[in-house]
């Protein structure tokens, strides 16, 4: 029973480069929420994804930071033009959401750990 | 503005002893509330959480914590610490109106020393 897969786990790049971050939720999850750390903070909500819908995106950055969950295949966080303060390690999780409960665990992966040189 | 505290950055406890992390809470409405550890370059592993009903909440590794509306505090507890409990722990809310978004807590970090 796999849990959350995020890939890869470690991603480096360059000033200027375009950083793509992939998140598989547990089998039967059909929510998915993007989180990051940022070295010496805490973990900051960015926003959160049911199939095909940005449900809450209020914790995005203006600018560069996009995300999706298509009806197929991973939610894929994407970061355009990294720059050194988006070095941090970002985590999905993910939950299933049943009949509009509220409640539901999220459900956290290994995460990502980006560095920008 | 919603916010969740926790007021200790570091605990210290020897194996055996009890443990205590504190964390509270700041929100307008009705909050759950969970607990996440999170070991080196690893992801969270939930823990518990409270929803509503019975204030002491039991979850896993023999972790508990207790809901305190009156003093709007979550403290985890367990009653002998491990070695194998060092870890960074992770106070969250999810507030009912606003679905998903966990707000977390700053952290505090658990050492038990042999």
């Known amino acids: 029973n796999a849990g959350v897969m995020q890939n890869p786990r470690h991603l480096v790049r360059r000033r200027g480069q375009e950083a793509r971050l992939r998140c598989s939720p547990m089998?039967?999850?059909?929510?998915v929420y993007w989180y990051r750390q940022l070295p010496e903070e805490g973990l900051k909500f960015m926003v959160y994804?049911?199939?095909?819908?940005?449900?809450?995106e209020s914790g995005m950055p203006k600018e560069r930071f996009s995300a999706e969950f298509p009806k197929e295949g991973p939610s894929i966080l994407r970061i355009q033009q990294v720059v050194r303060g988006d070095s941090a390690a970002y985590f999905c999780?993910?939950?299933?959401?049943?009949?509009?409960?509220?409640?539901?665990?999220?459900?956290f992966g290994p995460g990502t750990r980006l560095t920008v040189l | 503005a919603q916010s969740v505290a926790q007021p200790e950055d570091q605990v210290n406890v020897a194996e055996g002893n009890p443990l205590t992390v504190k964390c509270t809470y700041s929100v307008s409405g009705n909050p759950y509330l969970f607990w996440y550890v999170q070991y080196p370059n690893r992801g969270l592993q939930f823990l518990l959480k409270?929803?509503?009903?019975?204030?002491l909440v039991k979850g896993s590794y023999g972790f508990e914590a207790e809901f305190n509306k009156s003093q709007t505090s979550f403290h985890l507890k367990k009653p002998s610490a491990l070695v194998s409990d060092s870890a960074l722990y992770f106070c969250?809310?999810?507030?009912?109106?606003?679905?998903?978004?966990?707000?977390f807590g700053q952290g505090t970090e658990l050492s038990v020393k042999p």
């Open positions: 999780a993910s939950s299933p959401r049943l009949a509009g409960d509220r409640t539901d665990t999220q459900y």
């Open positions: 409270y929803i509503t009903g019975d204030n």
């Open positions: 089998k039967g999850h059909s929510h």
């Open positions: 994804l049911q199939k095909e819908n940005i449900i809450d």
């Open positions: 969250a809310v999810i507030l009912r109106a606003q679905g998903g978004k966990l707000i």
